[in-house]
T-cell receptor, first 109, second 115 residues
Framework: GQNIDQPTEMTATEGAIVQINCTYQTSGFNGLFWYQQHAGEAPTFLSYNVLDGLEEKGRFSSFLSRSKGYSYLLLKELQMKDSASYLCAVFDSNYQLIWGAGTKLIIKP | GAVVSQHPSRVICKSGTSVKIECRSLDFQATTMFWYRQFPKQSLMLMATSNEGSKATYEQGVEKDKFLINHASLTLSTLTVTSAHPEDSSFYIC???????????FGQGTRLTVV
């Protein structure tokens, strides 16, 4: 079966750095997405990785290792508004999006 | 970025009635639209994929007669929940694609409550 694992919940402090991990087992791979979702709202796009390595975009970075079936989202200089759920999703061989259950990130002052 | 407008954002309806949710791409032509539902604290679940002018492709376990999808134009897709029941209460989200599989833009979502 196809499976995406990410932690259910994480807590971090304002101003700090947090890394949210995602591991996947899918039938084929055509890219990995990270989305941010605030409670009661639709997801918003953060990043897309299809090649190994680190993609940096402002305070957010996303890393991919295809051989390990592993990605992480790194958030720096955390702000209270970063409190949200972070969803990892993978395109399988048919370009079907397989979604993780999301990681709820709680930021404390 | 591209804008997808979903309406209504919240709806409460009585059991047995039907509810229509609209998803519009405002500044681009959406060749493909996706409909998802999300239960609290769970991941997004794809319900169906629709291409303009053709019948929607439903995921396994999704009742096509209950969740009617119409993609009449390149800018509008609708999801109609027919004969709604309390178990249909959920968060429904649409997303629109441009043909580039790496691009998908989400609507704001619709919170449906069936009482």
């Amino acid at each position: 079966g196809q499976n995406i694992d990410q932690p259910t919940e994480m807590t971090a402090t304002e101003g700090a750095i947090v890394q949210i991990n995602c591991t996947y087992q899918t039938s084929g791979f055509n890219g990995l997405f990270w989305y941010q979702q605030h409670a009661g709202e639709a997801p918003t796009f953060l990043s897309y990785n299809v090649l190994d390595g680190l993609e940096e975009k402002g305070r957010f970075s996303s890393f991919l290792s295809r051989s390990k079936g592993y990605s992480y989202l790194l958030l720096k200089e955390l702000q209270m508004k970063d409190s949200a759920s972070y969803l990892c999703a993978v395109f399988d061989s048919n370009y079907q999006l397989i979604w993780g259950a999301g990681t709820k990130l709680i930021i404390k002052p | 970025g591209a804008v997808v407008s979903q309406h209504p954002s919240r709806v409460i309806c009585k059991s047995g009635t039907s509810v229509k949710i609209e998803c519009r791409s405002l500044d681009f032509q959406a060749t493909t639209m996706f409909w998802y539902r999300q239960f609290p604290k769970q991941s997004l679940m794809l319900m169906a994929t629709s291409n303009e002018g053709s019948k929607a492709t439903y995921e396994q376990g999704v009742e096509k007669d209950k969740f009617l999808i119409n993609h009449a134009s390149l800018t509008l897709s609708t999801l109609t929940v027919t004969s709604a029941h309390p178990e249909d209460s959920s968060f429904y989200i649409c997303s629109a694609g441009t043909g580039d599989v790496t691009e998908a833009f989400f609507g704001q979502g619709t919170r449906l409550t069936v009482v």
